[in-house]
């Protein structure tokens, strides 16, 4: 392209691009590029919408940057886009820290000074400007002091709750003196009982025939009262309680005292069973061994409440009726809650099923029938070797260190009724009314025959549930004279 300037006259000089035009003065014109309004607000649109992600991450990068490098400019180089290998390096970066600290202070057990809540902890690192080694370093003993805080706490709950249901409330003791000393004083409370004329009644099958093993009068007295208001014929029914010797003399004094309010009652301590002596001992290696168990588990403390708590809402007569298919017990197996609904007494809450003898037995997501409320068929009893079996399971208990079951009376017998136990319908027995974790709806406990306070929440005491708490009280007599002054209602 070849072109001559004259500088005569001239005014201004275009030059453009081959096929365009040379021109002098204002003849010559360039062809303009103009970009259409529409685009241009498309495209300030989009810087409008990228620019905030570009500012975040490059704000992100430098503080990413600020904690891992020498400097933030280092750092982020090409890595604005990338960015993966900066938080790659912090998680090395604080794994590695956190590694080192737990090799040097162990499990970080007596660390002092730490701090106490997440607040401090981060006024802690923004202010004083700490390294993730320091941060490491300071979190970790931050969590290890409130895990060991949360630990104490539910080991102070437990054994809260354990001295909360095994100590005996001052009314319940107020009970057993003065009727302790009603026997002593009273000829009428040491009367016999059953009277002469219903001593027949002891063995004859014909009757409905109750045993309840308690040391308490009281719970005896509402599971006999409510039984017997709700009977249709409450004369068929003969109850036999079975109690401990130091229970026996207030046990007797208040059926002998209050003999109208009940049919035929049996009182017996264990003192007064004249069983052979093979028995005898074979009772008491039961009992030992029981001890031991408890011992090994709970370190000495005071042993399980056994109580019979129990409340009976409607007539038991037909379970004398119900047919058992030739096995020996008749137990709620499934819960109000539905079918292998049984939470909290499936067979892995009872048994250590990393022992052979029990996950070679049984089936750990399987439901334990529930105890408390039963029907036995004494006759099919005598004819199987149930005894034998619990006793030997006991034995292999100690043989194995103890470590079979959790403690207790049902894990060995639900060994030795293994394949001998009759499904009942759920509504004859609702359990657990002493435990927190079990809440039923009230249809379900206004239509159950019997209700069982099984757990540390005993009805008479402050940590039961008020709710399910007045069921029991209905049954309490509460015009006693000895209910009144010891206060019991209170």
């Not at 309004?37 to 919408?49: C, K």
């Not at 320091?134 to 104490?152: C, G, H, I, N, P």
Request: with cysteine; glycine share 6%; hydrophobic share 40%.
């Amino acid at each position: 392209m070849k072109f001559y300037i004259s500088a005569a006259g001239i005014k201004r000089v275009t030059i453009s691009s081959p096929g365009g035009a040379i021109g002098k003065g204002g003849g010559g014109c360039a062809a303009a590029r103009r970009f259409p309004g529409r685009t241009l607000i498309l495209f300030l649109l989009m810087l409008a919408i990228v620019l905030p992600f570009i500012f975040v991450r490059f704000a992100f990068l430098v503080l990413e940057s600020a904690s891992v490098c020498d400097s933030p400019l280092d750092c982020m180089g090409l890595r604005l886009f990338r960015g993966g290998d900066t938080s790659l390096k912090i998680r090395e970066e604080l794994t590695r820290a956190l590694v080192e600290q737990t090799s040097q202070d162990g499990n970080g057990r007596g660390q002092k000074g730490s701090l106490e809540s997440f607040d401090e902890l981060v006024k802690e690192m923004t202010l004083k400007r700490r390294d993730i080694k320091t941060f490491a370093s300071v979190t970790k003993k931050m969590l290890l002091q409130m895990e060991r805080k949360v630990q104490s706490a539910k080991h102070h709950e437990l054994l809260y709750w354990h001295l909360a249901s095994h100590g005996v409330p001052k009314c319940l003791h107020c009970l057993s003196l003065r009727l302790t000393e009603e026997y002593s004083v009273n000829a009428m409370a040491r009367t016999r009982l059953p009277p002469p004329e219903s001593v027949s009644r002891l063995t004859d099958p014909s009757f409905h025939h109750v045993v309840i093993l308690t040391d308490n009068v009281l719970a005896a007295s509402v599971v006999i009262s409510s039984t017997v208001q709700n009977a249709v014929n409450p004369d068929k029914f003969v109850f036999h309680i079975v109690t401990d010797k130091k229970t026996y003399t207030p046990m007797h004094a208040w059926f002998a005292i209050n003999s109208a309010l009940s049919p035929v009652v049996e009182v017996k301590g264990l003192h007064q069973y004249d069983w052979p002596q093979e028995v005898n001992v074979r009772v008491k290696e039961m009992l030992e061994i029981h001890r031991m168990i408890w011992r090994r588990h709970y370190q000495n403390l005071k042993d399980s409440d056994n109580s019979f708590i129990e409340v009976v809402q409607r007539d038991l007569s037909s379970l004398w009726e119900t047919d058992l298919n030739g096995n020996v017990v008749g137990a709620v197996v499934d819960s109000w809650c539905g079918s292998n609904c049984c939470p909290g007494r499936k067979y892995k809450d009872y048994f250590n099923f990393s022992h052979p003898l029990i996950s070679s037995n049984l089936l750990q997501d399987e439901c334990a029938w529930l105890s408390g409320m039963n029907v036995f068929d004494l006759k099919a009893w005598r004819q199987t070797n149930i005894t034998e079996a619990y006793s030997t399971w006991l034995r292999l208990s100690v043989s194995s260190g103890l470590q079979l079951w959790q403690p207790g009376a049902l894990p060995p017998s639900l060994l030795a009724f293994k394949g001998l136990t009759q499904p009942l319908d759920p509504s004859w027995h609702v359990a657990g009314l002493g435990s927190r974790s079990v809440k039923p709806p009230e249809e379900i406990l206004k239509s159950a025959a019997v209700l069982h306070f099984s757990g540390p929440a005993k009805p008479w005491l402050e940590i039961s549930n008020p709710k399910v708490r007045s069921y029991w009280y209905t049954y309490v007599n509460s015009s006693n004279i000895f209910i009144r002054k010891c206060k019991i209602m209170n």
